[in-house]
DNA sequence: CTACACCCTATAGCAACTACAGGGTCAAGC
DNA sequence: GCTTGACCCTGTAGTTGCTATAGGGTGTAG
């Protein structure tokens, strides 16, 4: 499997399997007489996790570590819960502050009155003139 | 005013102001015998201005323009308007999307049994093993 | 045999800062 | 008068997660 390939499996773009692969996430696979990457099904398993992961909205150094550990079957998965219940916890959070954002930029919208930037409510939010200059 | 007093009076930092006069976004204030920057009241204002819209979620990009329209105190503020609601669609994009994910990621992390690596449903979901290896 | 799609490495760029390294300046205290 | 410490300076590299480019090699179809 060359990388287009690989990178097509996948929805990945070529040139990032070959980041992964140079930050050390996806292993080096052999390489053909040409020097081409040659890859096997585990690469395509790990890419695929990676993405996956990714689309979740899981950081790469979570990746990592999710990864480790899921390379560890015996083990209590109790870290990958952790994982990802703090990226749930994360996501929370993002998702308050982009509502909080929201209403505030709605609410600087609303006032506009549509006049010269002179009256521009919006303007006059972002830049309170000061009434006294020092 | 020196650079310290401003970035504490808009809640920068220092480097912070720095970099924003290097990218031509505050304008290089006059300088002390000693070399140091010496602020005005008017870069205080656009500080503020520049902090206020960053709050908001605006680029800095958007900013520029914000900041260029705001100078050209006649015109429309039409633009400035449709600058704020482009971004208000943005946000509201930003706040659907993580919803998705969050609903997602909610799934994955209910279906966790607690057991092993072996087991988890987390990992499971991540990295469906292949039945069959090519 | 020559296009063309694909592959290779290495490096730079994006946003928006942040953090050094390696210096200079200035006021206070002993 | 000298040192300590907080502040200031420039310039560069790091952060995250890629993406894009330059400048080349390879493989195959017509």
Redesign the pocket.
């Known amino acids: 499997m060359?990388?287009?390939?690989l990178?097509a499996a996948t929805s990945?773009?070529?040139?990032?399997v070959?980041?992964?692969e140079?930050i050390g996430l996806l292993a080096p696979p052999a390489?053909?007489?040409?020097?081409?990457?040659a890859y096997c099904s585990e690469h395509l398993a790990r890419l695929s996790f990676i993405r996956r992961a990714?689309d979740l909205g899981f950081?790469?150094?979570a990746v990592r570590e999710l990864l480790t550990l899921s390379d560890d079957r015996s083990k209590s998965c109790e870290a990958v819960d952790t994982i990802a219940r703090t990226h749930l916890i994360e996501i929370d959070r993002k998702i308050g502050d982009l509502k909080a954002l929201r209403s505030e930029l709605s609410r600087v919208l609303s006032s506009c009155s549509h006049g010269t930037v002179d009256d521009c409510k919006i303007i006059g939010t972002l830049a309170p003139r000061p009434k006294a200059l020092s």
């Open positions: 060359k990388i287009g390939e990178a990945t773009k070529v040139e990032t070959r980041y992964y140079k390489r053909t007489s040409a020097n081409y990457r990714r950081t790469l150094e």
